[in-house]
Each structure stands twice: as structure tokens, then as C-alpha cells.
């Protein structure tokens, strides 16, 4: 675990002259970034266990049960959609923009919220 408190000096880089503020101006902005990583993906599981939870809601006569015992085609798309969105968004990461990969993101977080709760149902009724 990461000590932020840390009142020892840091080593320099390669043999570069250290320099208190350079230093803590690079870890302020890493631990930034790194909070903001952390954020998105909480906020994702949150809105796929939502989902899952609204999708499932009833037992046998939820959407999610419906859905997987009547069969068709609908159920293959809930199950092997999120695979599909990954296989996307690592295949054309340098092509698409920040925006069009976020919204793969939530796109993501959904899908996988509409495959969980099939798997909720299975297991918790």
C-alpha cells in the first residue's frame, strides 16, 4: 500500500537530481488520474448491478427469466454481446475517440448488468 505520507526522500530517476516538487507535482497528478480510473469503474459495476438487479426483479417473471427459457436469438445476443464489445474496443482503441470508447465503456457496463442477472436468477432462486 502506498505510503502519500512519506517523509523520506525520494531516490532520483537514473541518476537524475531530485526534486521535491517536481516529484510531489507527478504523484498529485498520477494519484488524479488514478482516482478517476477508480471512479469510472465503480461507477460501472454500480450500473450493471442496477441493471442486473431491475432486469431480474420478480423471479420467474422477470424480463431475464423470460428471455432465458424461451430461448431464441435475443438470448445468445445477452450472453455473448459483452464479449463483442470487448473484442471492439481493444481491436480499434487507436481508432475511435475518447467518446466513442466511453460509451463503449457504459454500453459495456450495461451489457454485462443484463448478463449477470441471468445468472443471479440461476443461482439465487
Keep these: ?15 537524475a537530481a531530485a526534486t521535491g516538487a517536481r516529484t510531489e507535482a507527478y504523484d498529485a497528478g498520477l494519484r488524479a488520474y488514478m482516482l478517476s480510473v477508480y471512479n469510472y469503474m ?4 454500480l450500473l450493471s448491478g ?6 431480474a426483479w420478480g423471479g420467474e417473471s422477470s424480463p431475464a427469466a423470460q ?5 431464441g ?3 445468445y445476443v445477452i450472453i455473448f454481446a459483452p464479449l ?7 481491436f480499434g482503441q487507436n481508432r475511435m475517440s ?16 443484463l448478463s449477470m442477472s441471468t445468472i443471479f436468477l440461476v443461482y439465487s432462486g
Excluded: C, E, H, Y
Design 1 to 15: 500500500m502506498a505510503n502519500w505520507s512519506d517523509p523520506r526522500p525520494r531516490a532520483a530517476p537514473f541518476g
Design 42 to 45: 465503480a461507477s460501472a459495476v
Design 50 to 55: 442496477i441493471v442486473a438487479l431491475l432486469f
Design 67 to 71: 428471455i432465458m427459457m424461451g430461448g
Design 73 to 75: 436469438l435475443l438470448k
Design 84 to 90: 463483442a464489445i470487448v473484442f471492439g474496443m481493444s
Design 98 to 113: 475518447t467518446g466513442t470508447m466511453q460509451a463503449m465503456f457504459w454500453g459495456f457496463a450495461v451489457l454485462m448488468g
